[in-house]
């Protein structure tokens, strides 16, 4: 069955400081799709980063890189130079080859201090 | 990306009745899907809607309580049917964009007294 794992509920980062979250998944599949998503208090979902499992480089938009380690089945993302503004829930997604279904974890509350 | 709208933001409703939450995308998509956040919960797939046939629903949603219509390629309701106070949730529309990932819409916020 497949699973997306996040195990850290909360998470505290000093602004300026970088952040690691974690995400590790489960599949069978050769061939899936992670994805990192914000959800700030307004509730809507904002795409910040994908990951294919064929990339053979980490993905990076901006302040966002992820952290892809296949072997260990790992897809952590790391937020540089934090900022106020990222304090949010942070929602760790798959998509498995041949479906548009996504599988999301738990997500990771994130709390950057001033 | 697409750019999505969900009407209303948010509502308080009495159990018993019902809510139609509407989802409007500025371009014509295959495919889009309705979530529920519980609170404090992740993100769980209610159903997917294709234009010109009937959606299809996840184990645990069944059309009689979560009917969905999808008219066109740009638009799709969700309704919330005798909403009990468990059915207090977000309600976020997404369609599929560049590299299969799917873009939210802002949400509903329901809450059921």
């Known amino acids: 069955a497949q699973k997306i794992t996040q195990t850290q509920p909360g998470m505290f980062v000093q602004e300026k400081e970088a952040v690691t979250l974690d995400c590790t998944y489960d599949t069978s599949d050769q061939s899936y799709g992670l994805f990192w998503y914000k959800q700030p208090s307004s509730g809507e979902m904002i795409f910040l980063i994908y990951q294919g499992s064929y990339d053979e480089q980490n993905a990076t938009e901006g302040r966002y890189s992820l952290n892809f380690q296949k072997a260990r089945k ?23 080859s041949g479906t548009y279904k996504y599988i999301f974890g738990t997500g990771t509350r994130l709390k950057v201090l001033a | 990306s697409a750019v999505i709208s969900q009407k209303p933001s948010r509502d308080i409703c009495q159990r018993g009745t019902s809510l139609t939450i509407q989802c409007q995308v500025d371009s014509q998509v295959t495919m889009m899907f309705w979530y529920r956040q519980q609170p404090g919960q992740s993100l769980t797939l209610i159903a997917t809607a294709n234009q010109g046939s009937e959606a299809t629903y996840e184990s645990g949603f069944v059309i009689d309580k979560f009917p969905i219509s999808r008219p066109n390629l740009t638009f799709s309701t969700l309704t919330v049917s005798n909403m009990s106070p468990e059915d207090s949730s977000i309600y976020l529309c997404s369609v599929v964009g560049e590299e299969e990932t799917q873009y939210f819409g802002p949400g509903t916020r329901l809450l059921v007294l």
């Not at chain 1, 990222?86 to 929602?91: E, I, N, R, T």
């Open chain 1, 74 to 96: 790992s897809a952590n993302l790391v937020i540089s130079a934090s900022q106020l503004g990222d304090s949010a829930m942070y929602f760790c997604a798959m998509r498995s």
